[in-house]
């Protein structure tokens, strides 16, 4: 059965820092992984998707990494902004578009 | 381009009642997937439909059904609440087409409180 999990729960950081969120997997045999980003009372908005076959994704000040044989992604965020407050979650795929998530982790950025 | 969108975003309900969640996925997505998020167990898998077939399931009681219609649009049922189904009912849209999972993008969700 697959497990994900993140590490930290929670992280606070003064606005401006570069900052790298952990995600870690039990099975490595995934299709992707996928980062979500979740605001208090809303919906999933996604941030970036790695394809198996790819090592890492960049978006803006935003760049995934992954390493399947470790089951490991992480997220870096650069020069990170107050509205980068949220919940950080990620998520991998075994196919059928099933997600298995983590708990997120809760990041607050202040200013 | 719309995204996804879920109605109701808010509903009370009273234990026994049964509730109908349903799901606009983006147009062109034909496959829509459901997700239970709880402060306890986080989101969880429900089920997932593509041209109007449920291709997979979660593991949920049979309390919890779906269905998908011609046009992609899917509901959720719960029937017989219990206080544990309190949630936040979460909708996923996805282009893609085969068995492999494609980006999803998610609604944002209806919160069902059961008293």
């Known amino acids: 059965k697959q497990e994900v999990a993140q590490i930290p729960a929670a992280l606070s950081v003064p606005e401006g820092e570069n900052l790298v969120l952990n995600c870690s997997f039990t099975?490595?045999?995934?299709?992707?992984l996928q980062w979500f980003r979740q605001d208090p009372g809303k919906g999933l908005t996604s941030l970036l998707l790695?394809?198996?076959?790819?090592r890492e994704q960049t978006s803006g000040r935003l760049n995934a990494s992954l390493d399947k044989s470790s089951g490991r992604s992480t997220l870096y965020i650069a020069a990170s902004q107050p509205g980068d407050s949220a919940t950080y979650l990620c998520?991998?795929?075994?196919?059928?578009?099933?997600?298995?998530f983590g708990q997120g982790t809760r990041l607050t950025i202040n200013p | 381009k719309a995204g996804v969108t879920q109605t109701p975003r808010y509903l009370i309900k009273t234990r026994g009642q049964q509730v109908t969640l349903s799901c606009s996925p983006i147009?062109?997505?034909?496959?829509v997937s459901w997700y239970q998020q709880t402060p306890g167990q986080g989101l969880q898998f429900l089920f997932e439909?593509?041209?109007?077939?449920?291709?997979n399931k979660g593991n949920f009681p049979g309390r919890f059904s779906g269905r998908q219609f011609s046009n992609s649009r899917s509901e959720m049922n719960v029937s017989t609440l219990e206080l544990g189904d309190s949630a936040l009912y979460l909708c996923?849209?996805?282009?893609?087409?085969?068995?492999?999972?494609?980006?999803?993008?998610f609604g944002e969700g209806s919160r069902l409180t059961v008293l």
């Open positions: 996923a849209s996805s282009l893609s087409s085969g068995s492999l999972t494609g980006e999803l993008f």
């Open positions: 790695i394809q198996s076959s790819q």
């Open positions: 439909y593509f041209s109007e077939t449920q291709r």
């Open positions: 099975d490595s045999a995934i299709y992707n």
């Open positions: 998520a991998v795929s075994q196919g059928a578009q099933k997600l298995v």
């Open positions: 147009s062109g997505h034909r496959s």
